[in-house]
């Protein structure tokens, strides 16, 4: 009996070793551009590195119950809802790609346009509208594309040309 779990268990680390190997770049950038880290150079991202670190613990606790789901998309969801939950404790970003978004519209423009994540699902990951999810980003790249004014973080902002 005792191995046969531990035969399990192994496999079960195999597979998942296997999985981390070939996803954890790619979840990693996506972790480095929800929490706005710099991407450059290596290291400068611990905040991406502990949210992906969590979130891979906890698709690793549930890896026997995945059952035909995508291990890829459980960690994705790790990750969002490690990220939605952690804002609120970091609230400033660090110089990364998309820090003059948001964390509602970093998180919605790297599901939706890094990750291709459909808008339905999108939706109901986030627990929002679909038409909220698609004025979320589009506002989002209107912002990056410079087209619109950096967006309001965490509070009132003073008027242009207003002096501290």
């Known amino acids: 009996m005792r ?11 195999q597979e998942f070793e296997t999985f981390v190997a070939g996803a954890a770049s790619r979840l990693l950038h ?4 929800l929490t706005a880290e710099p991407l450059r150079p290596p290291g400068a991202n611990p905040r991406a590195q502990r949210m992906l670190t969590a979130a891979l613990a906890r698709t690793y606790a549930q890896w026997e119950r995945l059952r035909g789901e995508d291990p890829y998309d459980r ?7 490690g990220f939605a939950h952690e ?12 820090d003059r978004l948001t964390p ?17 699902q999108a939706a109901a990951l986030l627990g ?20 619109r004014g950096p ?7 003073r008027p242009l040309g207003a002096t501290p």
């Open 128 to 147: 929002l509208p679909v038409e909220r999810v698609r004025a979320i980003c589009n506002r989002s790249v209107a912002t990056m594309r410079g087209t």
């Open 104 to 120: 509602q519209e970093r998180l919605v423009l790297v599901l939706r346009l890094y990750e291709g994540v459909a808008e339905e």
């Open 151 to 157: 967006t309001a973080r965490w509070g009132p902002q």
């Open 3 to 13: 191995e046969r779990q531990a035969g399990r268990e192994r496999r079960r680390a």
């Open 30 to 33: 996506t972790a480095t551009l």
């Open 75 to 81: 960690t994705r969801r790790e990750l969002a809802i």
């Open 87 to 98: 804002v609120w404790r970091h609230r400033r970003p660090r110089g990364g790609p998309l």
